[in-house]
């Protein structure tokens, strides 16, 4: 049977690598040396899939590979007046020393950047701006302007 489209060369093809794990960097829980890296992993990488990943994809020289698997919580949901626990995934958290360098948390939102943005909008906005004119209904109460359609 002929085929209907003609075959490429293979060759010619652009070849783009696509890893089938992904990696999340957390904040740790508790204090950790400064070149230590905690991350969530999922359950089927091994030690040395995580450095070949830290070292091949982000060329982050790696020291040593510590992992442990965190279980998932409980929790209990309220359907249709029955409580029904479920069970949430469990974590593989592996803790990565570097050989080179410190690794420190960025820091997204810093407090300082949010009290000025704060104090910004607060001196935008005019004193008369939120209020709102209130008129007499026919019973004699104060109604709001927007109440009445």
């Known amino acids: 049977m002929a085929y209907r489209n003609r075959v490429r060369n293979p060759v010619l093809q652009a070849r783009i690598f696509l890893p089938k794990w992904f990696v999340k960097v957390v904040r740790p829980g508790r204090d950790l040396p400064d070149d230590t890296v905690q991350l969530h992993v999922p359950l089927d990488m091994s030690k040395i899939d995580i450095k070949n990943y830290m070292e091949k994809i982000y060329n982050v020289p790696v020291a040593k590979v510590n992992t442990r698997i965190q279980a ?35 820091d997204v939102f810093p407090p300082d950047a949010k009290a000025e943005i704060v104090d910004d909008d607060l001196d935008d906005i005019d004193d008369n701006e939120g209020n709102v004119p209130e008129k007499q209904s026919d019973s004699g109460q104060q109604q709001q302007s927007w109440f009445n359609l």
Do not use: C, H, S
């Not at 409980?74 to 069970?87: L, P, S």
């Not at 949430?88 to 958290?93: F, G």
């Open 72 to 106: 998932g919580k409980v929790k209990t949901k309220v359907y249709r007046n029955d409580a029904i626990q479920y069970k949430q995934e469990d974590i593989k958290v592996a803790y990565v020393i570097l050989k080179e360098g410190r690794f420190k948390f960025p």
